[in-house]
């Protein structure tokens, strides 16, 4: 597992994570711990492919074979049961670009579309920007954990066209149960509201938890359901630009195959077919040993965080993702303050929990895909910063 303890020095190779932390953070001195990408090399089987590609010299057009579209449906079956056929998929270079398609396909200007709060920010503007209108059904926080509002989803649901549904949930690491998805499934419909799951963090659920794919819940899920998923945040190939969606209704998936046309994303870029290829075929005991470091990562964080911060910080229970929601509340600071004092006092660049909606003021969302080294470090900073408070 030493490849995963290698400290890399992503510098100065135009990564938005490292290169961008002045233009972010107004700082070159934060520790970056924000955007959804590791600071761990890509498995070796994918790195190999695209090595042996690179030495080909030859970047002509490059076409999805039946034998890659197999290797993604069997990805599918034995990571979450779900038997999908090949002719079900679409490729798309990535998941937001995926749910553009689908709301510019399936919805009107001015419809409502419904989203799930406090949640991935750029869901907010995929509806906005296409002036569609946004309709929040706000997860309900006990202090603990998250969980949705039946209630009030029921009466969003009358007045929307389409849900955006992420599954898991990002940043509250939520993995919904079958019970819950089922809930969900039948009020869609029996409201007939379409869903649009982004499923893009479904390999990413630790032990004892499930990731269920909203579309295998029934039939009818199936039928008005686009399902979004992607090998990018798995494998960290996210500059590769590689995702798929998985559409069962045949009308549906037509009209999303003529938009990708006339928006001219017809195939993918030779790199990023080779690396999902390769990541499928051969990733899977590099993604075992990764949730194990993901695990170990998790488990330290929420003890020293609990531990040392004398309840002024509080990590959410997370389910799935190697992204940890940290309520910090406790601090007494608005939320403006707190960003700041992230920023300048503990110099860690992390991610405002107010950029996912205003349930998630006065939250911080974290990235322990590193090395133990730069969370230790990056925890440090945190915690000190903390208790000099005091």
Not at 80 to 88: A, Y
Not at 143 to 158: M, N, Q, R, S, V
Not at 183 to 212: M, N, P, R, T, W
Not at 288 to 303: C, F, G, H, R, S
Request: hydrophobic share 40%.
């Amino acid at each position: 597992m030493s490849q995963f303890q290698t400290v890399h020095n992503r510098e100065q190779t135009r990564s938005m994570k490292w290169d961008n932390r002045k233009a972010i953070f107004n700082s070159e001195e934060v520790l970056p711990m924000w955007v959804a990408d590791m600071d761990f090399k890509a498995p070796e089987a994918v790195n190999n492919a695209l090595k042996e590609r690179a030495e080909h010299g030859i970047y002509g057009y490059t076409v999805i074979t039946e034998d890659i579209r197999n290797n993604v449906t069997n990805w599918i079956s034995l990571k979450h049961g779900w038997d999908v056929e090949t002719n079900w998929l679409s490729f798309s270079p990535g998941v937001i670009t995926s749910l553009h398609i689908a709301i510019q396909t399936f919805t009107n200007e001015g419809d409502n579309i419904l989203i799930q709060t406090p949640v991935y920010t750029p869901f907010f503007n995929l509806i906005k920007n296409g002036n569609r209108q946004v309709v929040e059904n706000a997860l309900k926080y006990d202090g603990k954990t998250y969980t949705i509002d039946f209630d009030d989803l029921e009466e969003k649901l009358k007045t929307v066209k389409a849900f955006i549904l992420c599954s898991p949930h990002n940043p509250v690491g939520r993995v919904w149960t079958k019970e819950e998805l089922t809930k969900i499934a039948a009020l869609c419909e029996q409201h007939d509201v379409l869903v649009f799951s982004d499923e893009i963090h479904a390999d990413l659920v630790f032990d004892g938890y499930k990731h269920i794919p909203f579309a295998s819940i029934s039939e009818e899920a199936r039928e008005r359901t686009i399902t979004c998923m992607s090998p990018t945040k798995t494998f960290n190939l996210a500059g590769l630009q590689a995702s798929y969606i998985v559409t069962k209704n045949n009308q549906m998936r037509a009209k999303i195959n003529a938009e990708l046309g006339l928006l001219g994303f017809n195939m993918l870029n030779t790199m990023g077919v080779i690396a999902l290829d390769a990541a499928y075929a051969n990733g899977k005991p590099w993604l075992d040993q990764l949730m194990k470091v993901i695990e170990a990562n998790k488990l330290y964080a929420t003890t020293r965080i609990e531990n040392e911060t004398n309840g002024k910080l509080k990590v959410i229970a997370s389910e799935a993702t190697y992204l940890l929601w940290i309520d910090c509340h406790e601090l007494g600071f608005t939320d403006k303050e707190l960003q700041t004092f992230m920023i300048e006092q503990a110099k860690v660049g992390l991610n405002a929990g107010s950029s996912y909606g205003t349930e998630g003021e006065n939250f911080m969302r974290i990235n322990i895909a590193c090395p133990k080294a730069t969370l230790q470090e990056g925890l440090d900073r945190i915690i000190h910063a903390v208790n000099a408070l005091s």
